[in-house]
């Protein structure tokens, strides 16, 4: 069983890795956002996250389309953007598209769901909206994307990582248990079904060495956060559907805040 300093340490570097994802599949275009991959400090702290969690991790079984998480290397994420960064938001449109979801690997969770039925869609936001509100979190119009986006998604995993390492410091075991409960559900009906099929996409799609980086790490940090809420791999194998636009703006009328702490 691992000490609390150890665990500690173990959730805030998947925190840092959940980040990571979020902000590198967000828009270019947004760059105060997308800046923060650019910051020492913080590429120091994921490098040493990456170097972390993959300690130990060696036979762990994986289901489809996820990559080992001894495998993580954030080094070459970030080196892969530095080559790229004067074409990154061409890379990006390439690859998502400029206004409408992108058909090829849609960055959306709703887009791999088999039940392309709009009021069922509709009611799978609606479920999405309500896990962000049980922890008084809205999501921002200016955020520019859906609330079912996978850089939407993995910031909720991020800031429910952030509170449990919170909780841990304090030793407040009840805080700990709210949000590691939680953060299972999650997972596994808003996350480890789709990401790691998206992220196989991305990676055989995409021309850009930065996203086919992203998209080994997604796929790494996904397997890595099923394994620690001891969840067995997945046996779906999803795909993307080609559906009606999903119509989601009773979804957002009390959303209009991105998500933080």
């Not at 969690?53 to 060696?58: C, L």
């Not at 289901?63 to 080992?68: S, T």
């Not at 890379?91 to 409408?100: D, I």
């Not at 996904?222 to 791999?233: F, T």
């Amino acid at each position: 069983m691992k000490d609390r300093t150890t665990e500690l340490a173990d959730v805030l570097a998947r925190r840092e890795l959940w980040l990571l994802v979020s902000v590198g599949f967000s828009d270019p275009y947004h760059r105060k956002r997308f800046e923060l991959l650019k910051k020492p400090d913080f590429r120091h702290r994921v490098i040493q996250a990456t170097a972390l969690v993959s300690e130990g991790r060696s036979t762990i079984e994986l289901g489809p389309g996820e990559v080992n998480p001894r495998q993580l290397s954030a080094r070459d994420v970030f080196a892969a953007l530095d080559s790229e960064s004067v074409a990154i938001e061409s890379a990006y449109r390439k690859l998502f598209g400029l206004t409408a979801v992108s058909q090829q690997c849609p960055a959306c969770e709703v887009e791999y769901d088999a039940n392309s039925d709009s009021t069922y869609r509709s009611q799978r936001l609606g479920d999405l909206a309500g896990f962000y509100q049980a922890f008084a979190l809205q999501v921002s119009q200016d955020a520019a994307e859906r609330i079912d986006h996978v850089t939407i998604e993995a910031e909720f995993l991020y800031v429910l990582l952030a509170k449990e390492g919170a909780a841990l410091y304090h030793g407040d075991s009840q805080g700990v248990e709210v949000c590691r409960q939680a953060r299972r559900k999650f997972f596994q009906e808003h996350v480890g079904w789709w990401l790691p099929a998206f992220s196989r996409l991305v990676s055989r799609v995409s021309t850009s060495d930065y996203y086919c980086r992203l998209a080994a790490l997604t796929a790494g940090v996904s397997a890595l956060e099923r394994v620690c809420l001891g969840l067995p791999p997945s046996s779906m194998r999803a795909l993307p559907q080609r559906s009606e636009p999903v119509v989601e703006a009773a979804c957002f009328e009390c959303l209009n805040q991105r998500v933080e702490e």
